[in-house]
């Protein structure tokens, strides 16, 4: 499955063994990690069809992280959204990414109660196993494995 806006795709999915992965992209290094988090959160969960989300508000998270390469600082932060949802029971669908370098990210994610959605796999954790981003002419492309 492939999400695109405009002629840019966020991410497509690729299958490896027994877990996921995917492959996201962004004009920046901002919308690269916002797209692979919405990525992961596809395969995590899917909004039910009659949940009535418009009258609720999102809860929202501050997240503040460091590594000391723009890969470890990309599981980093996937990393974070994953404990969050397992502990807040928050599916997250919004991303604002106020700062990001190869080392140091900073961000405000938006999400609501897991009771909206369709829990369809359980992501366990975030691999370093085929971890690349890259840059090829005017995009950022990430790889990256779940274990499922």
Same mark, same amino acid.
């Given at each position: ?11 497509e999915? @690729? ?10 992209f962004?004009?920046t290094?901002k919308?690269?990690?916002?797209n692979?988090a919405t990525?992961? @959160?596809?395969i995590?969960?899917?909004k +039910? /069809?009659? =949940? %009535? ?7 929202e998270?501050?997240i503040i992280?460091?590594?000391?390469s723009l890969?470890? $600082?990309?599981v980093?932060? $996937? ?5 969050? !949802?397992?502990?807040?029971n &928050?599916?997250f669908?919004k !991303?604002?990414?106020?700062e ?5 990210? +900073? =961000? ?5 109660? =897991?009771?909206? !959605? %369709?829990?369809k796999t359980e992501?366990? =954790?975030v691999?370093y196993h085929? $971890?690349e981003? +890259? +840059?090829?002419?005017?995009?950022? /492309?990430?790889?990256? &494995?779940?274990?499922?």
């Amino acid at each position: 499955m492939k999400m695109v806006v405009g002629n840019l795709k966020k991410y497509e999915f @690729f299958e490896h063994t027994a877990d996921i992965g995917i492959r996201a992209f962004g004009k920046t290094l901002k919308e690269l990690f916002a797209n692979a988090a919405t990525g992961m @959160f596809e395969i995590i969960a899917a909004k +039910k /069809q009659k =949940a %009535d989300t418009k009258k609720q508000k999102a809860k929202e998270f501050k997240i503040i992280k460091q590594a000391d390469s723009l890969e470890n $600082l990309l599981v980093e932060w $996937l990393d974070e959204l994953l404990f969050l !949802f397992a502990t807040k029971n &928050i599916v997250f669908e919004k !991303f604002g990414i106020e700062e990001l370098d190869e080392k140091h990210i +900073k =961000a405000i994610v938006f999400g609501l109660a =897991a009771k909206n !959605f %369709d829990i369809k796999t359980e992501v366990k =954790a975030v691999t370093y196993h085929m $971890l690349e981003i +890259k +840059k090829n002419r005017n995009n950022w /492309q990430a790889q990256v &494995i779940f274990d499922v």
